[in-house]
């Protein structure tokens, strides 16, 4: 059964420092999506991908984060600098478009120090 | 703007109990509803959904109706498991196709 990859599984980094997620979504989905999930929460989206282009990121703090997904396939989110705030869980979903189910990896863990 | 509602938790039952998990939503319109659940140290897999008002969502013995006279969405089954310890998510859908979802519930099962 295809799934949504992600990488690395953990990572700690301490303040100020640069960080980087990894996505490759299932094989065909047209759509990408990058949630944050603090512990004890429920995810909250952060971007929205079709194909290459972005179609929310409202949610995205602009001023340290950033996404791409230059090929249309796979996908970056990158923090930096990164804040003792952004320690969280962070999942990548794909969907074969918009209106279809959204199926998620399995996340990276985030420690800030 | 949209929301969805939990039950708080943790929800502690015996092996071959009965489970409800309450969830409620605010939305404009007609949203798809979705039970996801998370196990420990996971990311989230699709449970069930229901995408129209009626439908009922059914995988692995877990049941959810979707009830639009009381914007309800809640998750059922009839004997849990010591495996079925997890947190459950009810999300929905917006008008955006972004999931909005609750803050999830935990489920311990006893032997």
């Known amino acids: 059964e295809a799934e949504v990859a992600q990488s690395p599984r953990y990572k700690i980094t301490e303040k100020s420092q640069a960080v980087a997620f990894w996505c490759d979504p299932i094989?065909?989905?047209?759509?990408l999506y990058w949630y944050r999930q603090i512990l004890g929460q429920g995810p909250e989206l952060l971007v929205q991908f079709q194909d290459e282009s972005v179609v929310d990121d409202s949610q995205l703090p602009k001023d340290r984060f950033s996404a791409e997904r230059l090929k249309g396939v796979d996908s970056t989110l990158k923090i930096q600098p990164a804040e003792l705030g952004d320690s969280a869980m962070y999942l990548c979903a794909s969907s074969l478009n918009r209106e279809e189910t959204q199926y998620f990896g399995p996340g990276t863990r985030l420690l800030v120090l | 703007g949209d929301s969805v509602t939990q039950m708080e938790g943790p929800v502690t039952l015996s092996e071959e109990a009965f489970l409800t998990i309450n969830c409620t939503y605010t939305a404009t319109g007609y949203p798809s509803l979705f039970w996801y659940v998370q196990y420990p140290g996971e990311g989230l897999q699709l449970l069930l959904k229901?995408?129209?008002?009626?439908d009922k969502g059914s995988n692995k013995g877990f049941e959810a109706t979707y009830r639009k006279e009381t914007t309800s969405f809640h998750l059922e089954k009839g004997s849990v498991q010591v495996s079925d310890s997890a947190v459950y998510f009810c999300a929905l859908r917006d008008s955006s196709y972004k999931l909005i979802f609750g803050s999830g519930t935990r489920l311990l099962v006893r032997p």
């Open positions: 229901a995408t129209k008002a009626d």
């Open positions: 094989s065909g989905h047209a759509t």
